[in-house]
């Protein structure tokens, strides 16, 4: 436990959305690809999951892996951020409603902004999907279905929209490995929610391995005690593997977006760039 007893209380905080229940199908176990597939989730918003996932790709291919990005999220943040210059034709709510079109998920996929990272791009009418998947037998199961006609990437970068409806229950579905931002003592708290629903998944049978559950701190200011305070704080958290990076706090990452780049082009001296670096290394190492 950690010395400020901040985290004494978050157990107790009723964070689990109860908005959807277990399909009551039985759902056949997702099979998983020798690809790392990184789901960027965390219920609470604007903790850095868009953040992270753009500078994740861009790092992962400065290290020669060839990656895929996949924007689940219907801000379309990443998209907006380093999407393709002409609208896409095709988008992830072409891919997720016919998740057995092969053929329909290469067409969607395009060069994003960045170098080596190919996208498929999100869209707002992701907001449709949601309600979609929810009159479907398997709800959580669609994107897992469409990856399967993709194996020549190393890593798949998902974007996810914050809460945990059943977009984010699909790329739970076929992680093997969720990224969860933590950028302060409420994002900390919603951990138990992205356990929640990967145990539901489990219970339910639509996984039969459960990705590793990554932390990753952000948003770091080095000279707050709090920020050392969650960050031992996550060392400690149960059923969690923290990665041993953070990321610290850098004022240009909001000139970013604006500049349509990521920080490794847009201010390659940046703190930031050198944290994101560094977590790309600890994780294919
Ligand atoms: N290391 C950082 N330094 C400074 N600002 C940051 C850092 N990481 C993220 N931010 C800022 O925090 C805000 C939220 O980041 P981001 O959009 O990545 O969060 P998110 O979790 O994807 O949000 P949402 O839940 O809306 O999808 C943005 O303004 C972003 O610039
Ligand atoms: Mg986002």
Redesign the pocket.
């Known amino acids: 436990m950690g010395s400020t007893g901040l985290f004494q209380w978050a157990p107790n905080v009723a964070i689990v959305p109860k908005t959807h229940t277990a399909p009551t199908v039985a759902i056949p176990p997702t099979e998983r690809s020798a690809m790392r597939i990184y789901a960027c989730a965390?219920l609470k918003?604007?903790?850095?999951?868009?953040?992270?996932a753009v500078h994740l790709a861009a790092a992962l291919a400065r290290l020669n892996r060839r990656v895929l990005a996949i924007d689940i999220?219907q801000?379309a943040?990443f998209t907006t951020w380093v999407g393709p210059e002409e609208e896409a034709r095709l988008t992830i709510v072409d891919v997720m409603r016919r998740p057995s079109d092969g053929e329909l998920l290469r067409r969607a996929i395009a060069k994003s902004r960045i170098a080596g990272v190919d996208l498929i791009p999100g869209s707002p009418s992701m907001i449709e999907v949601e309600a979609e998947l929810g009159r479907t037998p398997a709800p959580s199961t669609a994107l897992a279905r469409a990856l399967r006609h993709v194996d020549d990437y190393d890593d798949v970068i998902i974007?996810c929209?914050?809460g945990m409806g059943f977009i984010v229950w699909n790329a739970l579905a076929v992680a093997t490995d969720v990224i969860t931002?933590i950028d302060g003592i409420l994002a900390l708290a919603k951990i138990t929610s992205v356990q929640e629903t990967i145990a539901e998944l489990e219970r339910a049978g639509v996984i039969t391995k459960a990705p590793i559950l990554r932390t990753l701190q952000?948003?770091i200011d080095a000279r707050v005690a709090l920020a050392r305070e969650i960050s031992a704080l996550l060392k400690e958290f149960a059923g969690t593997t923290p990665l041993h990076t953070g990321?610290?706090?850098?004022?240009r990452?909001?000139e970013a977006p604006g500049q349509q780049q990521t920080l490794f082009d847009y201010s390659p001296g940046a703190t930031?760039v050198a944290d994101y670096a560094a977590v790309a290394e600890e994780l294919v190492s």
């Open positions: 965390n918003g604007g903790v850095g999951k868009t953040t992270t999220d801000q943040d974007d929209p914050p931002p952000t948003k990321i610290r706090l850098n004022a990452m909001a930031a």
